[in-house]
């Protein structure tokens, strides 16, 4: 089973939009996919309850009630929507099995500064040391051509961890959050560049490369 966490300390940049996206993507490619919201707000598994019976399925997982133990044994890929303010022990204990970690970082000087310290904070964990669990970073709800994307674009490429991609703002993902669905699930004249810009992404975490050893 493959584990795939998306993980940032600071709240509201993303962590359950990537989810929700990985998870569908996933799905649509013929995979049994489970996704665990460790967030009470409940916010991937809202979308799930949303999601239309043609799709395929995905199972949700209540992980803020009772951790993974309700994963079915069959799943494939495991997607994790990781809490706000992890940190510690806490942290530690949630990137146990991970072997992929996607952290979103927002275009703001406040994102930015928080993502500095949860970043060095990952990459002192020894999961990550050893190499069993890869990291990559993705700028989310991007404007090109502003000033602060310029900013974050540069700050995420000076990293030590991949920088796969940025994701631009769109109401492509507020309209898929609500039925349902992924982006990758909207028709192509709509959603198109947000398919080209998830390209990095699922490339990364369907390549060896994002698999340790
Ligand atoms: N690329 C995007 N384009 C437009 N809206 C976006 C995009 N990414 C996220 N959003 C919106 O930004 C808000 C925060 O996103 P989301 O809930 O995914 O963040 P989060 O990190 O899971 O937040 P929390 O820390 O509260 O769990 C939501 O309203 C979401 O719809
Ligand atoms: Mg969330």
């Not at 940032?8 to 996933?26: M, Q, V």
């Not at 930015?112 to 002192?124: I, S, T």
């Given at each position: 089973?493959?584990?795939?966490?998306?993980?940032?300390?600071?709240?509201?940049?993303?962590?359950?939009?990537?989810?929700?996206?990985?998870?569908?993507?996933?799905?649509?490619?013929?995979?049994?996919?489970a996704l665990a919201d460790y967030d009470p707000q409940r916010t991937s598994l809202d979308w799930l309850e949303a999601r239309p019976g043609e799709l395929p399925k995905i199972v949700g997982i209540a992980a803020f009630d009772d951790g993974l133990r309700s994963v079915p044994r069959d799943t494939e890929v495991l997607v994790i929507d990781a809490p706000a303010r992890t940190h510690g022990a806490e942290m530690n204990e949630l990137v146990r099995r991970a072997e992929t970690i996607i952290v979103p970082?927002?275009?703001?000087?406040?994102?930015?500064?928080?993502?500095?310290?949860?970043?060095?904070?990952?990459?002192?964990?020894?999961?990550?040391q050893r190499e069993q669990a890869r990291l990559a970073v993705v700028a989310n709800r991007v404007r090109e051509n502003t000033l602060v994307f310029e900013e974050l674009d540069k700050y995420l490429s000076k990293l030590?961890?991949?920088?796969?991609?940025?994701?631009?703002?769109?109401?492509?993902?507020?309209?898929?959050?609500?039925?349902?669905?992924?982006?990758?699930?909207?028709?192509?004249?709509?959603?198109?560049?947000?398919?080209?810009?998830?390209?990095?992404?699922?490339?990364?975490?369907?390549?060896?490369?994002?698999l340790p050893g």
């Open positions: 089973m493959r584990h795939v966490m998306v993980m940032n300390a600071k709240g509201g940049c993303g962590k359950s939009t990537l989810a929700t996206n990985i998870a569908g993507y996933f799905a649509k490619e013929g995979a049994k996919v970082v927002l275009a703001s000087p406040i994102d930015m500064k928080a993502a500095a310290h949860f970043m060095a904070e990952l990459l002192e964990l020894g999961r990550v030590k961890v991949p920088y796969l991609t940025a994701l631009r703002q769109s109401t492509n993902y507020l309209r898929a959050y609500q039925r349902g669905m992924s982006v990758f699930d909207l028709p192509e004249y709509l959603a198109w560049p947000d398919w080209q810009q998830w390209e990095p992404v699922t490339k990364w975490l369907g390549s060896k490369k994002s």
